[in-house]
C-alpha cells in the first residue's frame, strides 16, 4: 500500500506532467480545466518479434508513455516517431515518461528479446474541445532511416 503505480496523488502527478509537457512544447492541446485520461494501459512486449505498426491515436490530444522495465531488461521495442519524413528513436529508461502528441504517427520496433513493459496514458478533453486529426489506420512494420534522439521526440 502506498508503494508504486497506487501511491496516493500519483494520477494527479502524471497530469501535471502532461500539461506541463503541452506547455513546454507550445502545442495547446491541453485545457487543465477540462482534461482527463482517456484511456490507462498496461503494454507488454515479451515474444520476440512483438511490436506495434505505425499509427496516430485519433481520439487523444497528448500521450504519455512510463517506462517500467529495467534498464537491459530487453532489446528491440524502442518508440518512434516520423516528423517530416524523419524517424526519430527513444528508449527511455526505467521510470522516464515520454510525452508526444498523440496525432504525431508513432509506433514500437519488434522486440529482440526480453521484456519490455510500459504504461500508456492518453490524455484528453471529454467534452468541447475538438482534436483535429487526420485518421491513419496501423500500418504494417517496415524498415525506415533511423535517426537516434535521446528523451523527447
Known sequence: QGRGLCRPGLFARFRRLALEADAN?????????????????????????DSLGWHIDPQSAVTMLLMLSADGAYAGAALEHESDGVVHRARPTQHEALFY???QE?????????????????????QGVELKHTFRNHRPF????????????
Do not use: C, F, K, M
Open 25 to 49: 512544447a507550445t502545442w495547446g492541446r491541453l485545457d487543465a480545466n477540462r482534461l482527463t485520461a482517456r484511456t490507462i494501459e498496461l503494454l507488454q512486449y515479451h515474444e520476440p518479434a
Open 101 to 103: 502528441r498523440s496525432d
Open 106 to 126: 508513432h509506433r514500437v520496433t519488434p522486440l529482440e528479446s526480453g521484456t519490455r513493459v510500459a504504461l500508456a496514458l492518453e490524455w484528453w478533453h471529454e
Open 142 to 153: 517496415e524498415h525506415l532511416p533511423e535517426v537516434s534522439v535521446r528523451g523527447r521526440p
